[in-house]
């Protein structure tokens, strides 16, 4: 299946670092997503973004929407431990099914 | 708001036995809901995407007839996973959206294990 390109894969970070990670596509998309995902769970929504260029903040996190609207990133300040879960983008395709492709994934590791 | 609700959590059945799950939309209605599987360390990979009271869009490569997905109600859609073999163990995620123009929100996951 289609996936998006994410990176980094994993990070080790200390705690209280700031967290930077992107995704990036061939393909336009219309809407970004950011989820986290805890194991054995389903992945909770964290930022949605809805214009090329859009700067969107949750708390600590800050996701924009590429000018391109190509890529997307994702920003974490300040972490904490709780941060610790697997990070996934999705872009809504803009056209036909309007289906979401999702990102490879970034492990995100916060040591105290 | 915008919870999902997945049922059950957690299965455990024989080779050749047919399981059913749950997805429920419990506080808005559900245009569209889509069916992921996930394996360990990967990422989500879409199945297949059902609107409801219309017949489910499965993903290249997703067998229709193993992977059976009813879309009756707006809060309710079902994946019944016929005669499973242990290649089918996996996490099944469910999510649901309203309009097309708003986000998709999952559910908590299903782990199936065929023994």
């Known amino acids: 299946g289609q996936q998006l390109n994410q990176s980094p894969q994993s990070m080790f970070i200390q705690e209280g670092e700031d967290v930077s990670m992107n995704c990036t596509s061939s393909s336009i998309f219309n809407t970004w997503l950011w989820y986290k995902q805890d194991p054995g769970e389903g992945p909770v929504l964290l930022i949605a973004?809805?214009?090329?260029?859009e700067l969107t903040s949750n708390g600590r996190l800050t996701a924009q929407f590429g000018i391109t609207r190509k890529d997307s990133f994702l920003n974490i300040s300040a972490s904490i431990p709780s941060d610790v879960g697997i990070y996934f983008c999705?872009?809504?395709?803009?056209?036909?099914?309007?289906?979401?492709?999702f990102g490879t994934g970034t492990r995100l590791k916060v040591l105290a | 708001g915008a919870v999902v609700s997945q049922h059950p959590s957690w299965v455990i059945c024989k080779s050749g036995t047919s399981v059913k799950i749950e997805c429920r939309s419990l506080d808005f209605q559900a245009t569209t809901m889509f069916w992921y599987r996930q394996f360990p360390k990967q990422s989500l990979m879409l199945m297949a995407t059902s609107n409801e009271g219309s017949k489910a869009t499965y993903e290249q490569g997703v067998e229709k007839d193993k992977f059976l997905i009813n879309h009756a109600s707006l809060t309710l859609s079902t994946l019944t996973v016929t005669s499973a073999h242990p290649e089918d163990s996996s996490f099944y995620i469910c999510s649901a959206r309203g309009t097309a123009s708003q986000p998709q929100h999952f559910g908590d996951g299903t782990r199936l294990s065929i023994l």
């Open positions: 999705a872009g809504q395709l803009s056209s036909g099914t309007y289906k979401y492709i």
């Open positions: 973004l809805y214009k090329a260029g």
